[in-house]
């Protein structure tokens, strides 16, 4: 019976693990797709690498 509730864990502990990750990349996602629709001058000249990391970070929280 312990080996069916540590089995289950695991799993459950699996799905979490996977939908936390679906998230991080879901609003990588959605950044990416704003930063696209926006002129490539604007981008490149207002945020810098760690500016987009940083506002990847906060919407993956």
Not at 48 to 57: P, Y
Request: aromatic share 4%.
């Amino acid at each position: 019976m312990s080996v069916t509730k540590s089995k289950t864990a695991e799993h459950d502990a699996d799905i979490k693990d996977n939908s936390h990750k679906r998230a991080k990349l879901e609003a990588f996602a959605e950044a990416q797709a704003l930063i696209s629709k926006l002129p490539r001058e604007t981008v490149l000249d207002t945020m810098s690498h760690e500016d987009m990391e940083t506002q990847f970070e906060r919407r993956s929280v």
